[in-house]
């Protein structure tokens, strides 16, 4: 029978044992995680002509550079048939951002053969088109287009997918013009060469022909030189014909000295025209155009008149028209009084009814002081607002003040005398 302290040391060394290979366990469940808390899987789905070279399950899932998941495994799409893409399921945490449109690509390193899934943008919401109630993130279970990144001196240089894309774009184009060229070559050699004959052949004409030509040319100048013989004669025509203008030119000449008498007369009568023209005609324009200016002048000064009077009325003008206004203030109160008070015309007001007159009286000046207070204040904002020209002293405003100040002393005077009448009429 074991001692005591033999079964102590077995008891210990299981405990050990079984720490340890729990501890080797934990490491390898959460080696196997992304992270801890809730995670959601979607699939990445390269094309067949991209791939997924180096993809194997556990490999990175990179954001900025991050690793923020991990890839949980690799399939070919469709399943049991002829490959279209490689599907790539991938689980990150639910606190990482990403949306519909995320841009994901396979990114492989320079050595190695181990890869990994970049998410090159997480994408925002504004740019995702899903039906209204669920969310702009990658939900569980979604399929993302994936494609492949540059290599890393490349990306770091700004060319990326677009600029790849752009020049494969730019090969296959050139790729194309290259086979156009080459068939457009392919089909016009013969007609090249063709042409190359007839060529050498047009050569080989002119040279059969130069002889000949050489005699016809020789034949051209000596008809040439008949020509230039023939000439001659012209030319002692021309000359006759120069000597009788000459001759026409001394015929005009003796009429000219014959009749300078007439052409002076004729001469000196146009200067006399010009200048009776002159002296006559114009001193005529002249006087017609003075008192043109001297009526204009006269005009002038019956306007600068006018305006002189007008100026100096407006005061009057504008009293005139004050006291219009309160004739027809006052004779509205007098027909509203009438109308009130019909029997006031026809009989003697007693005490009662004088009292009420002092308070009717009391009342139509105060109305007429506010009316007054308005039109004045009316009066100075259109002058303020429209800038309206100054009185010949400049005062138009100072005076719509003026107005003002009065009409507002005005209304406290009778404000004041409305209030007393009130106050004495209560007293009684």
């Known amino acids: ?51 997924a070279p180096g993809i194997k399950d556990g490999s990175a899932v990179l954001l900025g550079g991050q690793q923020v998941g991990r890839v949980t495994g690799v399939s070919f799409f469709p399943p049991g048939n002829a490959p279209e893409a490689v599907d790539v399921r991938v689980e990150i945490p639910d606190a990482v951002p990403v949306f519909d449109n995320a841009v994901i690509s396979l990114e492989r390193p320079l050595l190695g053969s181990l890869s990994s899934i970049n998410i090159s943008s997480a ?106 013989a023939r000439l001659d004669p012209a030319l002692a025509d021309a000359q006759t014909g120069i000597a009788d ?14 009749n300078k008498q007439r052409l002076n007369n004729l001469i000196a ?63 509205k109160l007098t027909a509203v009084e009438v109308r009130s008070q019909p029997w006031r015309a026809l009989h003697a007001p007693t005490t009662k009814e004088l009292s009420t007159q002092s ?13 007054d207070v308005r039109a004045a204040s009316e009066a100075l904002a259109a002058l303020t607002a429209a800038g309206a020209p100054a009185l010949p002293d400049g005062t138009t405003i100072d005076l719509a003040g003026r107005t003002m100040t009065e009409a507002m002393a005005k209304y406290q005077e009778a404000e004041q005398r409305l209030m007393d009448v009130l106050i004495r009429e209560h007293r009684k």
């Open 1 to 51: 029978m074991p001692s005591r302290s033999a079964r102590d040391n077995i008891l210990a060394g299981g405990f050990v044992v079984t720490g340890i290979v729990m501890a080797v366990w934990m490491s390898f469940m959460l080696g196997a995680r992304s992270g801890m808390g809730s995670t959601r899987s979607f699939t990445v789905r390269f094309p067949i002509s991209i791939g």
């Open 123 to 228: 994408g925002d919401a504004a740019g995702v088109v899903k039906p209204i109630g669920t969310s702009a993130r990658i939900d569980q279970g979604d399929i993302i287009p994936g494609g492949l990144a540059p290599p890393a001196f490349l990306a770091q240089a700004g060319i990326g997918e677009k600029q790849i894309a752009e020049i494969q774009s730019a090969l296959s184009s050139l790729d194309s013009t290259l086979t156009r060229v080459a068939g457009l070559v392919e089909r016009a050699g013969p007609q090249a060469e063709e042409g190359i004959a007839d060529a050498r052949r047009l050569v080989g004409d002119l040279r059969s022909r130069f002889s000949g030509w050489s005699d016809s040319v020789d034949r051209i100048l000596a008809g040439v030189e008949k020509g230039a």
């Open 245 to 258: 203008a000459r001759a026409v030119i001394a015929d005009v000449r003796g009429f000219i000295d014959g």
């Open 269 to 331: 009568s146009a200067e006399s025209a010009a200048a009776k023209l002159d002296t006559v005609t114009i001193d005529t324009i002249n006087a017609a155009l003075a008192d043109a200016r001297a009526a204009i002048d006269t005009l002038d000064d019956a306007v600068a008149r006018v305006s002189a009077l007008i100026a100096e009325q407006t005061p009057n003008l504008r009293r005139t028209l004050a006291n219009l206004r309160l004739m027809s203030d006052n004779l």
């Open 359 to 371: 308070l009717y009286d009391a009342t139509r000046a105060y109305a007429e002081a506010a009316s």
